[in-house]
């Protein structure tokens, strides 16, 4: 009867480990309330704006589109999934040229989407985006 209490303490032991590690899948989930999205990118297009409104050499988030758009050179604009490749964040801000991940910190390149400071280590998904009847369009067939 000695072996019994120890296989049930292993077994109580891995139910309470199977418990955490689906909170730690829970908050992490794409289904969360934290800005999350199942599709990084738009599936549609998506009308931004002015391409006045981001600076040669700058960058402008668009946190509700889940987007951040940057402008390398005069008339030139790349955008990105603003959604975070490690957890699935929405970026908060752009800051010194990189859009920062409030959720664990990674920061990514506003001109190439690539991450600079971890954990994310997969660059942000290019999105297409173009001027169009004077305004920047962004997503598919843009």
Not at 24 to 33: F, R, Y
Not at 113 to 126: E, F, I, M, N, R
């Amino acid at each position: 009867m000695s072996g019994q209490p120890a296989a049930r303490r292993t077994v109580l032991k891995g139910a309470a480990l199977a418990g955490a590690a689906g909170l730690g899948v829970a908050a992490c989930s794409t289904d969360s309330k934290l800005g999350h999205a199942e599709r990084p990118t738009p599936t549609a297009p998506v009308a931004l704006g002015a391409p006045e409104e981001i600076p040669v050499g700058g960058a402008k988030l668009y946190r509700e589109q889940r987007l951040m758009v940057s402008c390398p050179a005069k008339g030139e604009y790349k955008a990105f999934s603003a959604q975070c490749t490690h957890a699935g964040c929405v970026l908060d801000k752009i800051e010194d040229g990189h859009g920062n991940c409030p959720c664990h910190g990674s920061r990514f390149n506003v001109m190439t989407g690539k991450p600079v400071q971890g954990p994310a280590t997969v660059p942000l998904p290019s999105v297409p985006v173009k001027v169009k009847d004077g305004k920047l369009v962004a997503g598919p067939d843009a």
